[in-house]
């Protein structure tokens, strides 16, 4: 799936990319400032997380509740400095749990992704657009 969207626009990509039936597992790429977290935060209210959602930049996982008590993990792996400290946390534990998994800075841990996951890649465009392109692996 590949779509060009708006800021305004966001609670329409966040139901488009739920209606594609993906893997649960999705990695999100793009560059510092894009809208990774921007669009999880709305995928989140989107399964029906009603509790405020933030930025896991410290805490590298929150973990979010949905109304009819799904489980929803948002990871940033930003501040990682090997895939150790992922392994150390869980995240392993995470990702083959069956649930949601957002995952930000995937690509520091390449070999703890799992084989069958998602992939988003947002890209800023002209005139405060953003181009997003959804595969599934």
Same mark, same amino acid.
């Not at 626009?9 to 139901?15: D, N, P």
């Not at 590298?60 to 150390?88: G, P």
């Not at 070999?111 to 002209?126: F, G, K, M, N």
């Given at each position: 799936?590949?779509?060009?969207? %708006?800021?305004?626009?966001?609670?329409?990509?966040?139901? /488009?990319?739920?209606?594609?039936? %993906?893997? /649960?597992?999705?990695?999100?790429?793009?560059?510092?400032?894009?809208?990774?977290?921007?669009?999880?935060?709305?995928?989140?209210?989107?399964?029906?997380?009603?509790? %405020?959602?933030?930025?896991?930049?410290?805490?590298?996982?929150?973990?979010?509740?949905?109304?009819?008590?799904?489980?929803?993990?948002?990871?940033?792996?930003?501040?990682? /400095?090997?895939?150790?400290?992922?392994?150390?946390?869980?995240?392993?534990?995470?990702?083959?749990?069956?649930?949601?998994?957002?995952?930000?800075?995937?690509? /520091?841990?390449?070999?703890?992704?799992?084989?069958?996951?998602?992939?988003? %890649?947002?890209?800023?465009?002209?005139?405060?657009?953003?181009?997003?392109?959804?595969?599934?692996?």
């Amino acid at each position: 799936m590949e779509i060009v969207f %708006t800021l305004d626009e966001l609670e329409l990509v966040a139901q /488009k990319v739920i209606d594609q039936k %993906t893997p /649960k597992v999705i990695l999100f790429h793009g560059e510092m400032g894009v809208g990774k977290t921007t669009l999880i935060k709305q995928l989140c209210k989107t399964l029906g997380v009603t509790s %405020t959602t933030s930025s896991p930049t410290f805490s590298l996982v929150n973990e979010y509740e949905t109304i009819d008590n799904q489980v929803v993990y948002h990871f940033d792996f930003y501040r990682l /400095k090997n895939e150790m400290e992922a392994l150390d946390m869980g995240a392993d534990d995470y990702f083959y749990s069956g649930n949601w998994c957002f995952i930000e800075w995937a690509e /520091k841990i390449p070999s703890l992704i799992p084989d069958e996951h998602a992939v988003i %890649t947002i890209e800023l465009v002209e005139n405060e657009k953003r181009h997003l392109t959804l595969t599934n692996s």
